[in-house]
C-alpha cells in the first residue's frame, strides 16, 4: 500500500464517515492541532520518570481517540456501556487525567501565583505541549460553535490542559528546577 494517494491534492480531505471536507474546515483545524499536540508529546518523552512516562503515553494514545472522535461527525459516545462508537472520549478518559492531576499535586507546593513556562528540557517540552493543547481546546470550541462535538472531548482537552502543567511542574521538581513567577 502507498503512502500517498493524491486524494488531497486539491485541498480535500476524509473525514471518518468518508465526507470529502476542505483541509481548512474547522473539524479538520480541530484534530490536526491535536495531531500536532501528540507529536509534541512525544519530544517530551521519555522523561526519565517512569510513571510520568507511563501516564504521557497513555495520553497519546488518548489524543488518537479524540482525534477518531473529532474526525468522526456522528460521533456517540451511547448511554450505555458498548453503545455508541468504539472510538470516542468518554467520562473515563476525563477522570483518568484527574486522578493523575490529584495524584501529583500531593508532591507539589501550591501555586499561589502564575508561572513562567519553562524550565527543565523535558519541563519545558510539556508546558508547550499545555500551550498546544489551549490552542487544540480552542480550535474544538470554535468546531462546536458550528458542529455537533462530543462534550467529552472538550472537557478531555481542558483538563489534559491542566495535566500537562502539573506534569511540567512535577518533572520541574524533580528537577530540582525552582519555579519562576512573572515580574509586571
Keep these: 500500500m502507498s503512502i500517498y494517494t493524491g486524494r488531497g491534492d486539491e485541498g480535500m480531505t476524509d473525514l471518518w464517515n468518508m465526507d470529502r471536507v476542505p483541509k ?19 519530544t517530551a518523552v521519555p522523561t526519565g520518570y517512569e510513571d510520568v512516562d507511563e501516564q504521557l503515553r497513555a495520553v497519546q494514545n488518548h489524543l488518537f481517540v479524540v482525534q477518531a472522535d473529532l474526525a468522526n461527525p456522528d460521533s456517540s459516545p451511547g448511554e450505555d456501556e458498548g453503545e455508541g462508537i468504539t472510538a470516542c472520549v468518554r467520562p473515563e478518559h476525563v477522570d483518568r487525567i484527574e486522578e493523575w492531576i490529584d495524584a501529583h499535586q500531593e508532591d507539589l507546593e501550591p501555586t499561589t501565583a502564575f508561572i513562567l513556562p519553562g524550565g527543565s528540557e523535558h519541563g519545558s517540552r510539556l508546558h ?3 500551550s498546544v493543547c489551549r490552542r487544540a481546546e480552542r480550535r474544538t470550541v470554535e468546531l462546536a460553535e458550528s458542529e455537533d462535538v462530543n462534550d467529552h472531548v472538550l472537557e478531555y482537552l481542558n483538563r489534559l490542559s491542566d495535566g500537562l502543567f502539573v506534569f511540567a511542574r512535577v518533572v520541574n521538581a524533580r528537577e530540582g528546577v525552582e519555579e519562576e513567577n512573572p515580574t509586571y
Design 128 to 130: 508547550h505541549a499545555r
Design 24 to 42: 481548512t474546515s474547522p473539524r479538520v483545524e480541530a484534530y490536526g492541532t491535536v495531531d500536532e499536540l501528540n507529536s509534541l508529546l512525544g
